[in-house]
Every structure is written in C-alpha cells, then in structure tokens.
C-alpha cells in the first residue's frame, strides 16, 4: 500500500484545526457552566433544562446540513457552479426561515411546554422561560453555522471553522462575565445574560464565516427556497434522524 504524502498533509490540514476546536470546546463548556452555576441552584437547573431541549432541537434539525454537506459535494464535484449555488442559497433559507419560526415558537409556547411536560414551577419556571425566549433563536444560528461549516469543508478550509468558534467562545466568555454578574457598570442579568452570551457569541461566528464566504466564494447569496432542492435535502434526514447531531451550542 502506497502513502501519499500529498493526501495526508490535505488530511491534516482540514483535521488539525477541527481537532483543536473541539479541544477548545471542552475548556470553554467547563468554563462557563461554573458562571452560570454561581447565580443560583435554580437559574443553573433551569439552564440545563433549556439546554438539552435545544440540544436535541438542534441536532435534529442539524441534519439538514448532512443532507446539505451530500448534495453540495456532489455538485461541487462536478463544478456545476449554478447547481452548488442554489444547494447553498436554498439551504441557509430554510436554515433562517426554521430558526427564525422555532424562537418565535418558543416565546408563545415556552412557558406551557415547560409547565406541562417538565412540571416547571416558581423561579425555575421564570428563569427557564427567562433563557428560552432569547437562547431559542440559538437554534436557527447553529443551523447557519452547521450550513457554513459544510461549505468550507468542501472547500477544505477548516481553519475557518477554528476562527469561527474561537471568536463565538470569547465573545460568549466575556459576555457571560460583564452580562451574568452585572461587571464595568452593566445590569445583573443572571440568566438572561448568559442567553445574550450565547446568541451574541454564535452572532459573532457567523460574521467569521460570512467574511470568509464573500473572500472564498464565487457566488453570491441570495435568500431563496428552491422546492427540488428542498425535496433533495429531505431525502437523505430520515435514516439519520435517529442518532444524535453535532449540536455547537454555547452554554450547554
């Protein structure tokens, strides 16, 4: 069996800086569930909470980018550049419209959902509802992410993907800080505060890889839905619904 080299230093370039950020992520987790666990018994359950339902949410819904990862690869193997373009477009449209319904979903109906099937009550209740009606649009930029990601895979520049989540964690860190415990003049805002970490954090990721796509792309994006593509994304989801998705989520 020949090695070629030339194929293990494309292996490492695009393992290396995923490797590392997983690493990163396994600080960072530690990290910032010892601030959110110093603001209360209560707020850190009710955070938990939130979490793993928007873990799960997430993963699910992050199939999307599996289905999207098969298609596009297949397209851009090809070089049919208007075909990986509206694999693109049409993905990270569904991507927007899903996050955008499933935040706006989880503000009218959080507090029954956990009341109902979690048997929330008192301060855990408000601290749960307090984190959902702002960590909930967490899920549609995840989705954003788990679209980018793919596509600078198949590019193979996984350090984008290093600089992205690199920028997400401090962003979140610091605001956890200044936001959870009121620092340099800022309210106290507990909870709420570490919800404003994560979205901003994730925000903050997402303008990393829109840099990196207008400077490596060589098409534009515009917001459309195409129904083909719809259907063709939706094919390969179902057998993979059963496991669990890779979910980057600040403040699991």
């Keep these: 069996m020949t090695v070629n080299k030339e194929d293990i230093s494309i292996i490492n370039r695009m393992a290396i800086p995923v490797i590392s950020t997983f690493a990163i992520e396994t600080i960072f987790t530690i990290t910032d569930k010892a601030i959110i666990g110093r603001t209360s018994v209560e707020g ?11 873990y799960v949410l997430t993963g699910t819904f992050g199939m999307l980018s599996m ?12 070089r049919d550049r208007d075909k990986y373009s509206q694999i693109f477009n049409t993905s990270l449209s569904l991507s927007i419209v899903i996050g955008f319904a499933f935040g706006i979903l989880g503000i009218i109906f959080g507090r029954t959902i956990f009341q109902k099937f979690y048997n929330l009550e008192g301060s855990t209740l408000t601290y749960a509802c307090d984190y959902m009606n702002i960590a909930g649009f967490s899920l549609g930029l995840n989705l954003i992410i788990f679209i980018f990601s793919a596509y600078f895979k198949n590019l193979k520049r996984t350090t984008m993907f290093m600089y992205g989540t690199i920028t997400a964690i401090i962003v979140n860190l610091a605001l956890d800080y200044i936001l959870v415990f009121g620092k340099f003049g800022f309210p106290r805002l507990g909870v709420k505060g570490a919800a404003i970490g994560s979205v901003v954090g994730l925000l903050s990721s997402i303008v990393i890889y829109i840099i990196g796509f207008l400077k490596h792309t060589d098409f534009s994006y515009s917001f459309s839905i195409s129904k083909t593509v719809s259907r063709n994304l939706s094919e390969p989801s179902p057998p993979s619904l059963g496991g669990r998705g890779f979910t980057y989520n600040i403040n699991l």
């Design 44 to 54: 850190f359950a009710a955070v938990g909470i939130v979490s793993s339902l928007l």
């Design 67 to 78: 289905a999207f990862n098969i298609i596009f690869a297949k397209s851009f193997a090809k």
